[in-house]
């Protein structure tokens, strides 16, 4: 997997992760502490799809999500 950052300039940093199966994930954390998440569109890469906007609460339940947590 790729991790490209960027900085945009009054809105905040911009992560691009490309996963080895190709997709291509992007987070915008906004300097008020905002984030959003698209996806490429798959038939047309220069096209973004928005996923969600996450609050930071919700940014930790998911990342201990994905990082394998497990409720049981």
């Known amino acids: 997997m ?6 945009l ?7 691009q992760l490309e996963t ?9 954390h ?9 996806c490429s569109d798959p038939e047309d890469h220069e096209s973004l799809i ?3 906007e996450l ?4 940014c930790m339940l998911l990342s201990s999500i994905i990082g394998g ?3 049981r």
């Open 2 to 7: 790729e991790l490209l950052k960027s900085e």
């Open 9 to 15: 300039p009054g809105v905040g940093m911009k992560y």
């Open 20 to 28: 080895k199966a190709g997709s291509n994930f992007i987070i915008v």
């Open 30 to 38: 906004h300097e008020d502490g905002r984030r959003e998440i698209y």
């Open 50 to 52: 928005f996923i969600a």
């Open 55 to 58: 609050e930071d609460e919700e």
């Open 69 to 71: 947590w497990n409720e």
